[in-house]
């Protein structure tokens, strides 16, 4: 597959997941709602961080660079939400 | 000799037989020496001479930083409010506080010795990128010259932490310039940590393996993580507070669904983390001061190493513990309460094993020792506390006291200042290539020990007693203790002034230092002091561990080197055995 072949689906696919957050967010309310955000949201960073930012041609060491900094991210959420969801 | 002479003494550029002022052949051609022009400094892309740069400015904010605290401890003095208003004692701390963290503390070590030392230690010729080096240099002093510009337009009054609501909602000082001035020089700090990862990672010499980093390094790797990821996450949170400022957008105005807690989680997840920045470096140069002192491998090698790393992982996870009685939910706070514990055993290991270090180590009571020493006693005192207000409890007691106050002095001021003196005395021959008089070493080591302790032991008593932090007018029965604490920061403030004058003095009439006037190990010590421009002659090769001083074995007696000695007192201990 031809490089701009593959930016280009790349691109249409973050286009697709624009309209899907836009219905989701006519579709769904509440926690039903920021969650389908959110998941789109680190499907579109996914893509982009893979393709875009090339993380598919880096090494071992770089990737897990990237992971770190995504763990880092679940680690800021996951302890905040400690706080969030357990307020009386 | 007059001014006249000493100018008429300046070498031709041209000529590197013509020494001028240059005592040793060395310093004429050193990174010193190459090249005399204001421009040949500014546009540098050296290392050494970026860190001098850094050194300088460091300085300049630290006492700006000090005068601030000087007017803070003077007008506590009485328990009236009759130096400043209420308004000036707030701006005064504010002042203080933001000076000392973003342009003295965070910078301090990492900046001028990081700089300087890396890639001696590592053996390369420079950081990985040098004109980012530069860049970092200027983007700290626009950031630094913007606040003391602020300073002058009025100043803020939020304290450091610009805890809303009061900094998006009330207050009526330059919150956002402020703001603007921490957030520019945020990327500062980004860039310098991204110069020192890719600098370990690639530029290390052969045979340079992970095992065989100094543990300076280490820790400088560590904080360099640190730097990188955390740093954002302030710039974020500022321009949020800006945006809500200007725009009224609502993220921590209830009244607009927001939260004010937000803003806490938000910055003590930068800022805790950011309190390692500054005390990680202490402790490589605590690390690297103690092997030196000792004249021993390191104790436990491996273990100060990855605590240096444990350090910047659970540095991230405790944020909370600032927050236990702000309205966290209890789930929360027992959580970081647990983790704030954690953090402690890698502080503990390190501790110990310097302590090991030390045991039956060939100790020099010269002015580094002196400063590593101050630097162990002081840290564990600051580190106990920390965990006295980690828990929840004893925490309701003592949140927003004067016993907080002491405890981050003790670690930041006891801690990281006592570091950084520390390794000015320690690695200033290799810088100036010049040796200071070692009895004034010890005397600035002494009252800096003595006149911090003066002032803010007495903070934990006030503390304890209930004395509010961040108040200038306070109960009459709280007064002895806050001259107590005012005189300790009058002796500390002259301590500070000390070393100021005799490294001065030796930079012109100090004798020359040697490659190694301590007789230690590391490849930084293998090269002229001051070392040349591009470090090293020829790349080194790295064959055998850091510290790799003569061990010695239970029994053996005198120099581990004297043979005929050693293989009589192992004999002796065979026989005992």
């Given at each position: 597959?031809?490089?701009?072949?593959?930016?280009?689906?790349?691109?249409?696919?973050?286009?697709?997941?624009?309209?899907?957050?836009?219905?989701?967010?006519?579709?769904?309310?509440?926690?039903?709602?920021?969650?389908?955000?959110?998941?789109?949201?680190?499907?579109?960073?996914?893509?982009?961080?893979?393709?875009?930012?090339?993380?598919?041609?880096?090494?071992?060491?770089?990737?897990?660079?990237?992971?770190?900094?995504?763990?880092?991210?679940?680690?800021?959420?996951?302890?905040?939400?400690?706080?969030?969801?357990?307020?009386? | 000799?007059?001014?006249?002479?000493?100018?008429?003494?300046?070498?031709?550029?041209?000529?590197?037989?013509?020494?001028?002022?240059?005592?040793?052949?060395?310093?004429?051609?050193?990174?010193?020496?190459?090249?005399?022009?204001?421009?040949?400094?500014?546009?540098?892309?050296?290392?050494?001479?970026?860190?001098?740069?850094?050194?300088?400015?460091?300085?300049?904010?630290?006492?700006?930083?000090?005068?601030?605290?000087?007017?803070?401890?003077?007008?506590?003095?009485?328990?009236?409010?009759?130096?400043?208003?209420?308004?000036?004692?707030?701006?005064?701390?504010?002042?203080?506080?933001?000076?000392?963290?973003?342009?003295?503390?965070?910078?301090?070590?990492?900046?001028?010795?990081?700089?300087?030392?890396?890639?001696?230690?590592?053996?390369?010729?420079?950081?990985?990128?040098?004109?980012?080096?530069?860049?970092?240099?200027?983007?700290?002093?626009?950031?630094?010259?913007?606040?003391?510009?602020?300073?002058?337009?009025?100043?803020?009054?939020?304290?450091?932490?610009?805890?809303?609501?009061?900094?998006?909602?009330?207050?009526?000082?330059?919150?956002?310039?402020?703001?603007?001035?921490?957030?520019?020089?945020?990327?500062?700090?980004?860039?310098?940590?991204?110069?020192?990862?890719?600098?370990?990672?690639?530029?290390?010499?052969?045979?340079?393996?992970?095992?065989?980093?100094?543990?300076?390094?280490?820790?400088?790797?560590?904080?360099?993580?640190?730097?990188?990821?955390?740093?954002?996450?302030?710039?974020?949170?500022?321009?949020?507070?800006?945006?809500?400022?200007?725009?009224?957008?609502?993220?921590?105005?209830?009244?607009?669904?927001?939260?004010?807690?937000?803003?806490?989680?938000?910055?003590?997840?930068?800022?805790?983390?950011?309190v390692?920045?500054m005390v990680?470096?202490a402790?490589?140069?605590?690390?690297?001061?103690?092997?030196?002192?000792?004249?021993?491998?390191?104790?436990?090698?491996?273990?100060?190493?990855?605590?240096?790393?444990?350090?910047?992982?659970?540095?991230?996870?405790?944020?909370?513990?600032?927050?236990?009685?702000?309205?966290?939910?209890?789930?929360?706070?027992?959580?970081?309460?647990?983790?704030?514990?954690?953090?402690?055993?890698?502080s503990?290991?390190?501790?110990?094993?310097?302590?090991?270090?030390?045991?039956?180590?060939?100790?020099?009571?010269?002015?580094?020792?002196?400063?590593?020493?101050s630097f162990i006693g002081l840290f564990v005192v600051g580190g106990l506390t920390g965990l006295v207000l980690?828990?929840?409890?004893?925490?309701?007691?003592?949140?927003?006291?004067y016993f907080v106050v002491a405890h981050f002095h003790y670690i930041m001021v006891g801690g990281t200042v006592s570091?950084?003196?520390?390794?000015?005395?320690?690695?200033?021959?290799?810088?100036?290539?010049?040796?200071?008089?070692?009895?004034?070493?010890?005397?600035?080591?002494?009252?800096?020990f003595?006149?911090f302790n003066?002032t803010f032991f007495p903070q934990f008593?006030?503390g304890?007693?209930?004395?509010?932090?961040?108040?200038?007018?306070?109960?009459?029965?709280?007064?002895?203790?806050?001259?107590?604490?005012?005189?300790?920061?009058?002796?500390?403030?002259?301590?500070?002034?000390?070393?100021?004058?005799?490294?001065?003095?030796?930079?012109?009439?100090?004798?020359?230092?040697?490659?190694?006037?301590?007789?230690?190990?590391?490849?930084?010590?293998?090269?002229?002091?001051?070392?040349?421009?591009?470090?090293?002659?020829?790349?080194?090769?790295?064959?055998?561990?850091?510290?790799?001083?003569?061990?010695?074995?239970?029994?053996?007696?005198?120099?581990?080197?004297?043979?005929?000695?050693?293989?009589?007192?192992?004999?002796?201990?065979?026989?005992?055995?």
């Amino acid at each position: 597959m031809s490089l701009v072949r593959t930016l280009s689906l790349v691109w249409a696919a973050l286009l697709g997941l624009l309209l899907l957050t836009l219905g989701a967010s006519f579709a769904l309310t509440g926690p039903a709602s920021l969650a389908a955000s959110l998941a789109i949201a680190v499907a579109k960073a996914a893509l982009i961080y893979w393709f875009f930012m090339h993380l598919r041609e880096e090494g071992g060491l770089v990737r897990l660079a990237a992971l770190g900094v995504a763990a880092w991210l679940v680690i800021f959420t996951l302890l905040t939400s400690a706080d969030y969801a357990m307020r009386p | 000799m007059t001014m006249d002479n000493a100018l008429e003494r300046r070498p031709n550029p041209d000529d590197l037989n013509d020494r001028g002022l240059s005592e040793t052949q060395d310093e004429r051609v050193s990174y010193l020496r190459a090249g005399h022009t204001l421009r040949s400094w500014l546009l540098t892309t050296d290392h050494k001479r970026i860190a001098i740069l850094y050194l300088i400015s460091v300085t300049l904010f630290f006492f700006i930083g000090g005068a601030a605290a000087a007017l803070v401890r003077a007008d506590l003095l009485t328990p009236q409010a009759d130096l400043l208003t209420n308004e000036g004692y707030n701006r005064a701390f504010t002042l203080h506080g933001v000076i000392m963290v973003w342009f003295f503390l965070i910078p301090s070590i990492p900046n001028t010795f990081g700089n300087f030392l890396i890639p001696l230690m590592i053996g390369a010729r420079d950081l990985a990128f040098p004109r980012l080096n530069l860049l970092s240099w200027y983007i700290y002093m626009l950031g630094g010259l913007f606040t003391v510009f602020v300073l002058i337009a009025g100043g803020v009054d939020t304290g450091w932490t610009f805890y809303t609501p009061l900094s998006s909602m009330f207050s009526n000082g330059h919150v956002v310039m402020v703001a603007v001035a921490v957030f520019v020089v945020g990327f500062s700090s980004i860039l310098t940590g991204l110069n020192f990862i890719v600098t370990v990672h690639k530029l290390r010499a052969p045979g340079m393996s992970w095992g065989r980093l100094r543990l300076f390094v280490w820790a400088h790797y560590a904080t360099s993580l640190i730097l990188v990821l955390a740093t954002p996450v302030l710039s974020v949170t500022l321009a949020l507070v800006a945006a809500e400022r200007l725009f009224g957008l609502g993220i921590f105005d209830p009244k607009l669904g927001g939260d004010p807690l937000l803003f806490q989680h938000l910055f003590w997840f930068y800022s805790h983390p950011a309190v390692y920045i500054m005390v990680l470096p202490a402790l490589g140069v605590v690390s690297e001061l103690v092997a030196a002192s000792a004249r021993k491998p390191v104790f436990g090698y491996r273990f100060i190493a990855g605590s240096s790393i444990a350090i910047a992982i659970i540095g991230f996870l405790v944020w909370g513990h600032h927050m236990f009685v702000a309205g966290q939910s209890m789930y929360a706070s027992a959580v970081f309460s647990f983790l704030s514990l954690a953090v402690a055993v890698p502080s503990g290991i390190k501790v110990y094993n310097w302590t090991a270090t030390l045991y039956k180590g060939h100790i020099e009571l010269d002015p580094p020792f002196f400063f590593a020493a101050s630097f162990i006693g002081l840290f564990v005192v600051g580190g106990l506390t920390g965990l006295v207000l980690a828990m929840l409890a004893v925490d309701v007691h003592l949140h927003d006291t004067y016993f907080v106050v002491a405890h981050f002095h003790y670690i930041m001021v006891g801690g990281t200042v006592s570091a950084y003196f520390g390794a000015l005395h320690f690695w200033w021959p290799k810088m100036s290539g010049r040796i200071y008089p070692r009895i004034w070493g010890r005397l600035a080591a002494i009252f800096i020990f003595l006149g911090f302790n003066l002032t803010f032991f007495p903070q934990f008593i006030l503390g304890y007693l209930g004395m509010p932090r961040r108040y200038h007018v306070y109960d009459p029965s709280f007064q002895v203790l806050h001259v107590l604490s005012s005189a300790g920061a009058s002796i500390l403030g002259v301590a500070y002034l000390m070393p100021f004058t005799y490294l001065f003095w030796s930079m012109r009439y100090g004798a020359p230092a040697g490659p190694n006037p301590w007789d230690v190990r590391g490849l930084e010590w293998t090269v002229p002091s001051p070392p040349p421009k591009h470090n090293f002659e020829e790349i080194p090769v790295v064959t055998g561990p850091p510290y790799d001083y003569p061990l010695e074995r239970e029994g053996d007696q005198g120099e581990a080197g004297d043979a005929a000695e050693g293989n009589a007192a192992e004999g002796n201990a065979g026989s005992r055995a």
